[in-house]
């Protein structure tokens, strides 16, 4: 079946650290782009950071040097971890990629459902 699932979202105290974890599942040919998304209560989708095939990442600025994106490629699957947790971070983390699956001759974006942050004290 083709899809992806986050896992290790959760609560944790101000200053804390979680890994969120996003695996593709299916006959994959092949993954390029992959990225994290949050959406806070009250406002729109954010862009966190991507990670292209070849590994070359990029961060919104509010996360630069508290987050960091990885992928294993032989595991089909893209990581955050989130260290210096604030509590303006809280929201839903949604895992994106571009993935082009055995069956098809093109690339197409995928969607997590999503998993829950909160950062509380």
């Known amino acids: 079946q083709e899809q992806l699932v986050e896992s290790g979202g959760g609560l944790v105290q101000p200053g804390g650290s979680l890994r969120l974890s996003c695996a593709a599942s299916g006959s994959i040919f092949s993954i390029n782009l992959m990225a994290w998304y949050r959406r806070s209560p009250g406002k729109q989708r954010e862009l966190v950071a991507t990670i292209s095939s070849g590994g070359n990442t990029n961060y919104v600025d509010s996360v630069k040097g508290r987050f960091t994106i990885s992928r294993d490629n032989a595991k089909n699957t893209v990581y955050l971890q989130m260290n210096s947790l604030k509590p303006e971070d809280t929201a839903v983390y949604y895992c994106?990629?571009?993935?082009?699956?055995?069956?098809?001759?093109?690339?197409?974006?995928?969607w997590g459902r999503g998993t829950q942050v909160t950062v509380s004290s």
């Open positions: 994106n990629a571009n993935i082009r699956y055995s069956s098809t001759y093109s690339y197409r974006a995928y």
